[in-house]
């Protein structure tokens, strides 16, 4: 019998600790499929946030560090400055990135640090219990926000907007995970993301919209349509920068 399908060879064959029908997995997968067809199994280095993706170090088979609350991006950048021939990406969290991380994101992307972040963005803290974070929406309820997210709790901000805006940054897109054409879209441009760092064009990052269906205190197909009709609609899809079309171009070398 010929075998059609199977798990990526850099995913680990483990248990997930995943709630029910939450999408981290999906994206672990995108992840790792692409880490076999680009090649970079042996030679990849990840850095797991704080938050629900604190155990992304289970689920792939290649090297993995930790790093503490939002310091994903600085140890990314020792790492790839001291072995600039690894292939490092961060995975993190919007409660990491967004929040507490906020620093070393943004002058990781001024700096233009040829690494690759990923931030999986649920607009909520998962695995503190479901409070506000930066990117939840108006009127959304949290454990923080219990009559809906006010004027008074500041207004979501869009990351792949802020980190597009960075001088040094070389690729970056927002996606999501709640369809299957999505899904194909999202490889796409975590594809790209992983070639501007391969080809030495500076920092790339992949905002990808996904759900909680645990803290949304919904189903999982509730929270999906929540993410094709609440979420798209604040924070809206597509490429923000993409300076490969530039190179190609011959307009930047």
């Known amino acids: 019998m010929k075998l059609l399908a199977g798990m990526p060879q850099a995913m680990s064959p483990v248990v997930t600790h995943y709630c029910p029908g939450c999408s981290h997995g999906v994206l672990h997968r995108i992840v790792a499929e692409l880490i076999d067809e680009l090649n970079l199994r042996e030679r990849t280095v990840g850095v797991a946030s704080v938050g629900c993706s604190v155990l992304a170090y289970n689920y792939f088979e290649t090297d993995f560090v930790q790093a503490p609350h939002g310091r994903a991006p600085a140890v990314a950048t020792g790492i790839k400055r001291a072995r600039p021939e690894l292939f490092v990406f961060t995975y993190q969290g919007d409660g990491d990135m ?122 999982p197909a509730e929270a999906n349509r929540y993410v094709l009709g609440d979420m798209v609609a604040y924070f809206p899809l597509g490429e923000f920068k993409d300076v490969t079309k530039e190179v190609l171009a011959g307009v930047r070398p």
């Open 98 to 219: 967004a929040a507490i991380g906020t620093s070393e994101i943004i002058h990781a992307a001024a700096r233009g640090e040829k690494i690759t972040a990923i931030m999986y963005n649920n607009t909520i803290y998962g695995m503190t219990g479901g409070q506000m974070s930066p990117t939840t929406l108006m009127g959304a309820v949290t454990a923080t926000t219990p009559y809906g997210r006010r004027e008074e709790n500041g207004q979501p901000y869009r990351m792949a907007e802020l980190l597009a805006q960075m001088p040094g940054s070389a690729y970056v897109a927002r996606t999501h995970v709640a369809d299957v054409a999505n899904i194909v879209k999202t490889k796409r441009a975590i594809k790209k993301a992983f070639e501007a760092q391969l080809n030495g064009l500076g920092f790339s990052m992949v905002e990808v919209l996904g759900n909680c269906p645990t803290n949304w205190g919904v189903t």
